[in-house]
């Protein structure tokens, strides 16, 4: 009677381990195709918020109309407070003439972006509409 057991513990040991088996590979596999699908990583979620509520402030503060009349001082200063990794170039294009009336890199940020993400607005401001774009990504 032992050996009956043995033999059906052994048998169950052994369907276990092929069902283990097959469970592995088929992870194995749909894995590769779950990271390549565009799905969004922390890194680029991060940076897409980060950079849309960036803009909104900037937009609140008074900011972005400052930069329209040629001072990016306020700009450069929101850009100084969001610490290492983070990057952002803001842009304004009067929408009329089509001429970027702005463009300010944040300090320090060179390179190739790693994850580039963008908000856009616009502003009206003096009998005009500014088109506003923010980039942002991380270094």
């Known amino acids: ?3 009956i057991h043995s033999r059906r513990g052994f048998i169950f040991s052994v369907d276990s381990l092929i069902a283990l ?9 749909v894995i590769p195709f779950m990271e390549s699908s ?9 940076i897409q918020r980060y950079t849309a509520d960036l ?8 900011n972005v109309r400052v930069a329209i009349e040629g001072d990016e001082t306020g ?32 300090p320090g940020c060179t390179g190739r972006p790693t994850t580039l ?5 616009n502003e009206y401001y003096n009998g005009h509409i500014y088109r506003l774009e923010l980039l942002g990504w991380m270094q």
């Open 38 to 46: 565009g799905l969004p990583n922390h890194d680029q979620l991060h």
């Open 75 to 106: 700009v450069l200063s929101l850009f100084s407070q969001t610490g290492t990794g983070k990057c952002f170039t803001f842009k304004a294009t009067n929408t009329d003439t089509s001429a970027m009336v702005i463009s300010a890199t944040k």
């Open 117 to 121: 993400s963008s908000a856009v607005s």
């Open 21 to 29: 088996g097959l469970a592995l590979a088929i992870i194995g596999l």
């Open 55 to 62: 803009l909104f402030v900037m937009q609140k503060s008074g």
């Open 1 to 3: 009677m032992k050996q």
